[in-house]
Each structure stands twice: as structure tokens, then as C-alpha cells.
């Protein structure tokens, strides 16, 4: 499958989560969708701050949802028929009835920090599981 035709949401909120969403773009494979934890108050005077995964994507013009829990985006993440979920960082579980329905089609491939070779590793995943 063509990188510019593959369908992918990235889930993440924090700096890692950016580093992956960058090298995403980077090496050809933008998401339709980013889904982000919503805005919070940082420091003495609680400014309200979007995460780092937010500035990332509206620099680069992709959508982004900042859902309070994942489960109610249930259904914009269904409607969009992913054909990869990316999770980098995001900081709450994604729940079994949001992937179930997608099960056929869904190759999801989960970051954590420990992956210190993590473009490689997705490389390899979109290459073989697509």
C-alpha cells in the first residue's frame, strides 16, 4: 500500500509522542487523524497549554481531536476505517470496543520509550502486516 494512501490515526499526547508523530510525517506517512489528550494548565499560573502532540499536528495541518476519555471517539475513529493506529505516550488504555470492529483490517503498533528504534520498527510492521 502507497504511504500517501494508507489511512492512519496517531494517538499521543506528550514530547516522545511528538518525536513519533515527526518522524511519521517525516518518512512519508501523515495521519488523517491525531488524537490528543486535551489542553491543561502548566506552571504557577495554570496556562492553559496544548500538549506537544496538538502543535506538531496543527503545524502541519492534520485534524485533531482532544477527546476527556478515548471510548467517546469511538465512532469518529470507526468512520474513518483506519488502516494503522499508531499509539505513542498517550496515557490511557484503549479500549477493546473501539479496536474490535476494526479487528479485520487493523494493524496497531503501540510506542513507549523503551523503543529506541522505533521508526525501524515501524517500518518493518507497515511493510509486512499491509
Known sequence: MENSKM???FIGT????AIVLE?????????????S????PVGRKHNITPPPVKVLAEKHGIEIIQPEQIQSSK??????EPDLIVVAAY??????????????????FNFRKCHNV?????EYA?????
Do not use: R, W
Open 75 to 80: 465512532s469518529k475513529i470507526q468512520n474513518l
Open 14 to 17: 506528550p514530547e516522545f509522542g
Open 118 to 122: 522505533a521508526t525501524h520498527l515501524f
Open 37 to 40: 489528550s486535551p489542553d491543561k
Open 126 to 130: 507497515v511493510t509486512n502486516a499491509l
Open 91 to 108: 496515557g490511557q488504555i484503549i479500549p477493546k470496543k473501539i479496536l474490535k470492529n476494526l479487528a479485520n483490517k487493523l494493524f496497531c
Open 7 to 9: 489511512k492512519i490515526i
Open 23 to 35: 518522524e511519521l510525517i517525516k518518512d512519508g506517512y501523515p495521519p488523517i487523524l491525531v488524537i
